[in-house]
């Protein structure tokens, strides 16, 4: 993918400190390479690792946002915690994989989940009309974005015209960045490296 180095998680966490979330992923074993924040948004960088180790990422990036975690947040009154997964590892090409609202394999986690209270609202996969098989408990949250740009939906005639639109999901990751107001650097840092 042009966004992201290849094999590659950047979590952003709104509604808790840098420090805090780096000492998470500290304690499960995933220290991170690279970090930062801008937007109101902290951030980290993974590389991403073997099965079963993938999907800590993921379900860090979740829990973070629930009740195990909330005497973290930054201000436990008044914000929730709230993070955005974004993975250049490949998209599951499993059976099980490409059906609606069933988990991926620790080998292909999801490359896209939006997470706040604990679950995961919005998840999916982009490029190659993958964006279609949303799951999650606010699954539709992008689709405005996501129809209007000709990504997903019955009438796409940037697809039609150009079967490579969008293959690798830069598009959809614009869209995604744009929607959460999340900030550049790790994505052009990963994008220079």
Request: with cysteine.
């Amino acid at each position: 993918m042009t966004w992201l180095t290849p094999n590659t998680f950047v979590t952003f966490v709104r509604g808790m400190t840098l420090p805090t979330v780096a000492a998470v992923y500290a304690e499960a074993g995933r220290p991170a390479p690279a970090s930062g924040s801008g937007a109101g948004w902290v951030w980290l960088t993974h590389e991403a690792y073997r099965a079963p180790h993938r999907s800590i990422a993921s379900t860090l990036a979740r829990d973070l946002t629930g009740f195990r975690h909330t005497h973290r947040a930054s201000d436990p009154g008044r914000v929730p915690v709230e993070s955005v997964l974004l993975a250049s590892t490949p998209a599951c090409a499993c059976p099980h994989g490409q059906h609606y609202m069933v988990p991926h394999c620790d080998e292909h986690p999801f490359q896209f989940a939006y997470s706040r209270g604990g679950f995961e609202q919005t998840y999916f996969n982009f490029g190659m009309r993958r964006e279609s098989r949303r799951a999650g408990g606010m699954a539709d949250l992008l689709v405005r974005e996501l129809l209007d740009a000709g990504i997903v939906g019955r009438d796409t005639p940037r697809y039609d015209a150009d079967p490579a639109f969008n293959a690798d999901g830069t598009h959809t990751v614009r869209i995604i960045a744009d929607h959460f107001g999340l900030p550049s650097p790790p994505l052009a840092l990963a994008q220079a490296g």
